[in-house]
């Protein structure tokens, strides 16, 4: 269970590594877990997406964008020890710069066949939260993920541009059209490496073009004291928009959000 003595870890994590992040909205951390753990994590990943109920995301016309299982956390201990590990957890306080809380993790799988790509998007809008200045995903590659698989891609420095109340409905060129302009960086990632994204970075994926399905755990955290925001009259309500036994304006104070890293 040793990582190489490279590995970045939450003491260890460099100034010029969280300047990066908090300018581009997103930065790649190699080996957060070691070779035992991605090897634990992707058996019991397999066996989840074998045997649960998946939600499916479809284009019409296009194909499978990806399936994913909710709550993968509460299926399994390995998948709680994934979405709650302190390496992960560690550097996501650290990159916040303030005490996080758990909001909810999802175990993706992109399809090897009838797929299509992730298109750009920000993630902030879909998220019943408000309050929260430090939302971020941590997104953990349980196999190799290659550009051909259908990796991640940012638009480095996106997360600065001003939110539009209807982000989640527009495509986020016509919501600034000279973000068509911006630089594009995509991240291909060895299993058991992971990238951090902030909530409002404008991102997408490609399609998986090779034989191995894409697996990885998103994992979103938020500020501690975050409070829920049901979604805003007219949107389609979605299954995150099912807080338990939480009233709008309050804290995410139950098990279900439990607090994280150094504070956990
Ligand atoms: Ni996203």
Redesign the pocket.
Known sequence: MTNSINTVTSQTLSSDVLESYRSRGYVRIPSVLSVDEVAQCLADAQEQLERHEKLSWDTPGEGNVMDWIAEPEAKSAVMRRLALHPGITGIAERLAGRPLRMFKSELLRKRTTGGTR?PL?I?APAFPIAGSASTL?AWVALVDVPVERGCLTFIPGSHELPQREDAWFIDPFDAHPELRWWPQVTVPLRAGDCTFHDARLV?SAGANETETARISLATVYMDAAATYNPAPAGAEPTYQDEVPGIEPGQPFDTDRYPLIGATG
Do not use: G, L, R, S
Request: hydrophobic letters at 0%; proline letters at 0%; zero cysteines.
């Open positions: 992730t998007h993630d995903t991102h």
